[in-house]
Structures are given as structure tokens and as C-alpha cells.
């Protein structure tokens, strides 16, 4: 079975750019959370979502913004890109949500130069 | 600030000893509990979970011990392998929240 996949693996931007993560939850998963994880600390949780529609939101800027297709894969966009968002992003699926076990991703590391 | 701490960055073992890592948390409200471990490179793998009505939950080598008198969380990992060797993270769920909260890590390092 395949578990939560994210893309791209690695990615690298220039300040002011924006971007687009994307992850695919384990088959039968509803909700989706987002998480940036800076080197040396534990993940932050930045969003989740659940049957498509945001259901939390972490201490994070307006830049970041996200998403929950039909089919229950997600995006995050992260808008005006600064050197402070460089980070590995993670995504955990969970049949339905908060309180029930979240399973992560391999993580997106974006670097913003 | 932060809900949920460790008490060490760093933790050193024998392979074959058992290893405990410990965590505190401030927050009365935290009604689940899990324990992950991060290997480089890699996004964090589930351990073990621990709801707030239970004190011990055991699974394949590893058991979680919750004292919600003094907010303390504990995870013991017994005969450690080489390939126990990673960071391993509490994370909490406050009430009501939709999100994890994490602390920093404990690296741990397996002696041969």
C-alpha cells in the first residue's frame, strides 16, 4: 500500500517566488495538515484539512495557503517566498483528523535563495 | 510558547540496553499523545499514541507511560537496536485543536 506521497522531494526558489507543494493522503484518508519543519526543531503545523474544507490553522502568515481536492490530495501554496521559509514541509493524512493517528510524508525541502 | 519539551537534546545508549526519553508537557487540556521517530532525511514515522484517560499503552519493543499529575510523558524503548538511532518527538493535541504540537527532539545515539 502506498503510504502519504509529496512532490517534489527537493526544490529550490528565489525570494519573492511563489510555490506549490502537493501531497496525496493514504488511500482512504480523509484529512490532510500541513507541517514546516526548520532544521534542528520539531514540525509546526501550518493547516489541515478535512472532507475539503479547512478545519485548522497554525501561527502562520497569509502568504501560506492551502487546499483539499475531491479526491482528498492537498496543496500549499506559499506566496512572496522569503529566506525564512526554507524548511522540509511535511504532509500526514489521517482517516479523520485531530485526535487519530497522522501518518507523514518524506517531505518537501524547499530552499529559497 | 511551546506546550510540549524534552528534557535532553542528546541521549546515548549501549545497544542492547533500554532507553527512556522523556517529555514534558504544560497544558492540562492535551487529550492525545504520540511519540514519533525521525530518521534523516526522512519525514517522521508514528511509534506508539497515547490518549489521556490511559497511564500505559505498550507496543512492539517500545511503551508509553503517561503521569498526568506532574504533565509528564515518557517513552521507553527496550533492548535498542542500531536502528533505533534517530530523533524521536512528542507531540501533543489540545482539545478542541487540529493540529500537533511538537517539541524540539531527543537525538538518540546507539553505542556499539
Known amino acids: 500500500d502506498a503510504g502519504v506521497t509529496q512532490s517534489p522531494t527537493h526544490l529550490i526558489k528565489t525570494r519573492g517566488q511563489h510555490v506549490t507543494l502537493r501531497c496525496s493522503p493514504i488511500?482512504?484518508?480523509?484529512?490532510v495538515s500541513w507541517y514546516q519543519q526548520v532544521l534542528g526543531q520539531g514540525p509546526q503545523f501550518i493547516f489541515q484539512?478535512?472532507?475539503?474544507?479547512?478545519?485548522g490553522r497554525g501561527n502562520f502568515p497569509d502568504r501560506f495557503s492551502a487546499r483539499q481536492f475531491p479526491n482528498y490530495s492537498s496543496e500549499l501554496n506559499v506566496n512572496a517566498l522569503l529566506l525564512g521559509d526554507s524548511a522540509l514541509y511535511l504532509c500526514?493524512?489521517?482517516?479523520?483528523?485531530?485526535?487519530?493517528?497522522?501518518?507523514f510524508g518524506q517531505g518537501t525541502r524547499l530552499t529559497v535563495v | 510558547g511551546e506546550s510540549v519539551g524534552l528534557h535532553l537534546p542528546t541521549l546515548s545508549v549501549q545497544e542492547g540496553d533500554n532507553s527512556i526519553i522523556n517529555c514534558a508537557y504544560s497544558n492540562s487540556a492535551s487529550d492525545y499523545f504520540i511519540w514519533y521517530k525521525q530518521e534523516s532525511g526522512k519525514g517522521p514515522q508514528f511509534i506508539i499514541d497515547?490518549?489521556?484517560?490511559?497511564d500505559k499503552r505498550q507496543g512492539q519493543r517500545v511503551t508509553v507511560l503517561l503521569n498526568k499529575t506532574v504533565k509528564h510523558l515518557s517513552l521507553q524503548i527496550a533492548a535498542t537496536q542500531p536502528g533505533d538511532s534517530a530523533v524521536y518527538f512528542c507531540?501533543?493535541?489540545?482539545?478542541?485543536?487540529?493540529?500537533?504540537?511538537f517539541g524540539k527532539g531527543t537525538h538518540l545515539i546507539i553505542q556499539p
Open positions: 484539512y478535512y472532507e475539503k474544507e479547512e478545519r
Open positions: 497515547i490518549r489521556s484517560n490511559m
Open positions: 488511500s482512504g484518508h480523509k484529512s
Open positions: 507531540a501533543e493535541i489540545l482539545r478542541g485543536a487540529d493540529g500537533l504540537t
Open positions: 500526514a493524512s489521517s482517516l479523520a483528523g485531530a485526535g487519530t493517528e497522522a501518518f
